[in-house]
């Protein structure tokens, strides 16, 4: 079912480093879900995650404006590979964080667990298509 936050969850797999590591993670559907993230959020379990799909292949950028956990930010490129992981973003930082060219998604995850369980770029993403909850 959704999450307290209203969002869709979806099981997300990532293969990288010949290893398979599998997240719980909700989908940010509709611009409004987009902009708000997971800001104002305490936690986030280490098997946890947000995913952005975009609506079209194109550089992205997030801040982590009224965002308050370290996040890593996965970019996800059109083939579902990963292209680039900006580690441990700065908390409420207004500060762009771009995208290394375009992507398809954004998968947001706690600080750390990409080092952590060698989540490198070339690494593929595989989650299910999920509409938009209204």
């Known amino acids: 079912g959704p999450s307290p936050a209203g969002l869709a969850q979806v099981h997300l797999t990532i293969d990288s480093s010949r290893r398979t590591h599998k997240f719980i993670v909700e989908v940010a559907h509709t611009p409004e ?53 900006a580690e441990n973003t700065v908390p409420m930082s207004l500060e762009n964080v771009p995208s290394p060219g375009p992507v398809t998604a954004v998968l947001e995850i706690a600080r750390g667990r990409s080092a952590g369980l060698g989540i490198k770029a070339g690494g593929s993403v595989d989650w299910p298509q999920t509409p938009a909850l209204r």
């Open 33 to 85: 879900e987009q902009a708000q993230g997971l800001m104002f959020r305490q936690s986030l379990a280490k098997d946890r995650g947000m995913l952005f799909p975009l609506a079209e292949v194109r550089p992205a950028g997030f801040w982590m404006k009224d965002t308050l956990i370290p996040l890593d930010m996965i970019w996800i490129g059109p083939d579902r590979k990963i292209t680039g992981i």
